[in-house]
């Protein structure tokens, strides 16, 4: 029997119950009445690990699941933190103005683009291992602090046991196994957003985001709050019903790792980035899951013509409402990991602060991200930065390596920091490069190579720049 993940309603109760802890619903009485329904039903508040054997809930649980999902879900959260994009924008003192389109340097596109592929692809054996089992593991094969590639070479056998690498991942992005770049959703996002600049042009909708996905995701390639979304529009939902309809993960991380290209593809004009993240976000994310996405979508678009880690992430913070958890958060990370030398020391406060998030929510895996960008520009090693950087690049290695060390969504977390990295310096190392070839499932797209999607992507800026 195939059990699907992320879609049952009695798997999904337990994540509501937590978003509404988050968001503020929490310590409303109807929301400690739903949870004393279902726990006295025999609910559970964690779903069974994918891939476990279990057989699909009693006919009653399952029903009273998909009817308080829908109770909980209709409870506004009290907190100040709009979805729609004019209240977002009136919440923003520092909105930035829009900008005519300038065409960056080349090789800062290129380098965006390799930088994401390495960042994911540092990220990709180790995710799922919690924090003490990267550093257990880099350790134990003289990587530590992270300087370059996962290898299984030297591990010893108990460290290998403990703490096993990601299955689907292992067999191509160890060291001793790359050859190019292999697929992973942290990539597929990026290429349909390729996509849909391509078709729609710069006026693209929601909607055409939808067909997209439609037309060309497989759907065992979408998690979380995508497959949940994904699984509303199967329904005959529209956006923005598409994000909240039984989807407890619309504050999850998967819309930040559809954004760089909008920023890509807006060099210089972090206000337009953020606007169409706005627009790919709201199929399947609210509030802090979208402005994760506009957050990463200003930042990567002013990468491109930056000259400092700092420039970059005021611009990020420009288009997140200031009073927002994600916007709180990433100002705490900026400020410790500007301070400390000492990342494990950064990453311990933002356990302490965040630590009760899920590993691939957006809050946490954002003030990582902006944590590991200061961190690697103020304190990075020097032999660390690509030879004629930008001033004030920092030091891709010690960037995506920190990014990964934080130990929640490591390939995720990993590739917008190597892709905001790599733009900034207008390089990546060359011990950081593969063969140029890009795996991917969707169509038109498996074996495409970088240096294409990278000229693809100055096509785009061009066509708005006319």
Known sequence: MIRLTWVQPEDLVGHELRQAAEDGRGTLPEVAAAARRWHAAGGHDAPPRAGASAGPAPEGLRALAGELLDELAAIESPLPEPSSLEEIVASCPDWPRGRAAVRPEPGRVLA???GRAAGCLLGKPVE????????????????????????????????????????????TSLAENIDGVPEDDDLNYALLALTVLERHGPGFT???????????LPAGRVFTAERAAYRNLLLGLEPPATATHRNPFREWIGALIRADVYGWASPGDPATAAARAWRDARLSHTANGIYGAMFAAAMCAQALVAGSVDEVIEAGLSVVPPGSRLA?????????????????????????RHGHLHWVHTVNNAALLAAALVHGAVHGAV???????????????ATVGSAVAGGWDT????????????????????EWTTRDRLASSLPGFDGVSIESLAARTLALIEGDRQ
Request: no cysteine; proline share 7%.
């Open 383 to 397: 032999h660390g930065a690509v030879p004629g950087a930008v001033h004030g690049a920092g030091d891709f290695a």
């Open 206 to 216: 929601t909607e055409d985001v939808a067909r997209a996905w439609l037309d060309a």
């Open 411 to 430: 390939d995720s977390a990993a590739a917008t920091a190597g892709s905001i990295a790599g733009a900034l310096a207008g390089g990546v190392p060359a």
């Open 128 to 171: 799922k291992i919690p924090r003490e089992g990267i550093r257990a593991i880099a350790e134990a094969t003289g990587n530590w602090p992270i300087r370059g590639w996962f290898t299984a070479k030297g591990l010893p056998p108990e460290i290998a046991e403990r703490w096993p690498w990601n299955r689907r991942s292992a067999a």
């Open 112 to 114: 965006a683009w390799w």
């Open 328 to 352: 709180v958060a990433v100002r705490q990370a900026v400020a410790d990991a500007a301070a400390e030398p000492d990342f494990e020391r950064v990453v311990d406060r933002l356990y302490a």
